[in-house]
Nanobody, 121 residues
Framework: QVQLVESGGGLVQPGGSLRLSCEVS????????MSWHRQAPGKERELVAT????????NVGDAVKGRFTISRDNAKNTVYLQMNSLKPEDTAVYYC??????????????WGQGTQVTVSS
């Protein structure tokens, strides 16, 4: 059974920092594209950051560029999201995703349960 468990969320003041972790069990993430998404109340889920299997290519969304960094530790089967200079508009539930296209017709696609991040004074 594959499980993705996010942690590290919480309440932080504007300008503060948080580090989210996503620990994966049941599969080796070495081949997986890992990403963080978020969903604010009343809004659609949006992609925040992606890190590819080798870990040397990352992408972050325009809304968080320069403030958020995604990284991975394949040995620990864990992905991280370092969030700095947080803003109230970063408030959302943050979800971890693991995706691997095994073949042209088969794709692994797993989600965590989410962790709440609230940025407020």
């Amino acid at each position: 059974q594959v499980q993705l468990v996010e942690s590290g969320g919480g309440l932080v003041q504007p300008g503060g920092s948080l580090r989210l972790s996503c620990e994966v069990s049941g599969v080796n993430i070495r081949s997986y594209v890992m990403s963080w998404h978020r969903q604010a109340p009343g809004k659609e889920r949006e992609l925040v950051a992606t890190i590819y299997a080798m870990g040397d290519i990352t992408n972050v969304g325009d809304a968080v560029k320069g403030r958020f960094t995604i990284s991975r530790d394949n040995a620990k089967n864990t992905v991280y999201l370092q969030m700095n200079s947080l803003k109230p508009e970063d408030t959302a539930v943050y979800y971890c995703n693991a995706r691997w296209r095994r073949s042209s017709s088969t794709m692994d696609d797993y989600w965590g349960q989410g962790t709440q991040v609230t940025v407020s004074s």
